[in-house]
């Protein structure tokens, strides 16, 4: 019964930034760790980061330049993606745990949105 959709995906230069948005619905949102995983052309879905009940893992790739955040209230979760670079082309997707702890494991995600969009050019 949970749905993910995200937004904010779009085409930025090279050190610019990206605010992308997960509104999740049919669920009680603040029970469950959020992620953000991202799958570029022709690699492996990887993890970017998450936020749980007692921790916010992140990426070492994205570390210092990526923030998670969540607001409860809204049912939504954030990725704030600064200082972007070519290497982080690809579709970002939004997941939701059954957990109330954030891991770096896609199989542990239970509900995933469809996916959005960034182009980082050079």
């Known amino acids: 019964q949970v749905q993910l959709v995200e937004s904010g995906g779009g085409l930025v230069q090279a050190g610019g930034s990206l605010r992308l948005s997960c509104v999740a619905s049919g669920g009680t949102f603040s029970l469950y760790a959020m992620a953000w995983f991202r799958r570029a052309p022709g690699k492996e879905r990887e993890f970017v980061a998450g936020t749980g009940w007692n921790n916010t893992p992140y990426s070492d790739s994205v570390k210092g330049r990526f923030t998670i955040s969540r607001d409860d209230h809204k049912n939504t979760v954030y990725l704030q993606m600064n200082t972007l670079k070519p290497e982080d082309t690809a579709v970002y997707y939004c997941?939701?745990?059954?957990?109330?702890?954030?891991?770096?494991?896609?199989?542990?995600?239970?509900?995933w949105g469809q996916g959005t969009q960034v182009t980082v050019s050079s």
């Open positions: 997941a939701q745990s059954p957990t109330r702890y954030a891991v770096r494991l896609g199989d542990a995600y239970a509900y």
